[in-house]
């Protein structure tokens, strides 16, 4: 997760988690499909040909296509597109540098467990192991963010990007960025997708745009309303609100 820069170009370094991943597609219909899903312009940045939103979720065209079929969440506030239904046990894999900083193991031990606890049809298991149904790998950048992607042919983006700086801060912090980072692999948007200021705190009009809130959920985003906003607040618990799991539950 990044703060937010309204700008629709930018050069690689000026993405806190680096420029992972495969550039897939066709950027201009990408961002058509973007645009076509709410997405405002401000928000979709084109980076060495892969295109990402909120500054931290890279999406395929394969995903922004997913995004526009019926049923797939589109114009909802929580939902891009989801993982298929054969999808039941993620095995995230975290790689021998990411497992060497105390503080970003243990904050995956705990997004994990976040979202075990929601009772989902999907799982989280701390990798390699059996019976996985998908694999993330949780891999270390730099700086202070994370990085991610939305899933595309009904599997959950397959790579997390985690700044090796959040390992001088507390784990609850680390905590909030993985888990935020592994809701997007699953098809979580930003809760304040189509106005970042309402918790990055600049710039704005702080007005949804006509969208579908999944029941039970606001319908606007609200400072601190929820983990998957774009931007943190002062004091992360790592927890999610009571939106996130109604959202959560909803779409799995």
Known sequence: MFKRAAVLVV?????????????????????????????????????????????????????????LQPGEGSAEQYGSAGVGTAVTKICVN??????????LSQGLDM????????????????????????NITAQTTSGTGGSAGFPSGGLPYGVINIGTGLNSFSVDVNEHVITHELGHTIGMRHSDFYDSSISC?????????????IPGTPSAATPGGSLMNTCPPPTPTGEFTSSDRTALQYLY
């Open 111 to 134: 997004a994990i467990a976040n979202y075990n606890s929601l009772g989902l049809r999907i799982t989280f298991a701390w990798g390699p192991t059996t019976g996985c149904t998908a």
């Open 11 to 67: 050069s690689c370094g000026a993405l806190l988690g680096g420029c992972g991943g495969d550039p897939r597609g066709d950027t201009g219909e990408i961002v058509s499909n973007l645009l076509e899903a709410g997405f405002p312009a401000d928000d979709i940045e084109v980076v060495e040909d892969a295109v990402y939103v909120g500054r931290d979720a890279q999406v395929t065209l394969e995903a922004s296509r997913q995004m």
């Open 94 to 103: 975290p790689t021998s540098a990411f497992k060497s900083y105390t503080r």
């Open 201 to 213: 705190g600049s710039g704005g009009s702080g007005v949804p745009p006509p969208f579908s809130p």
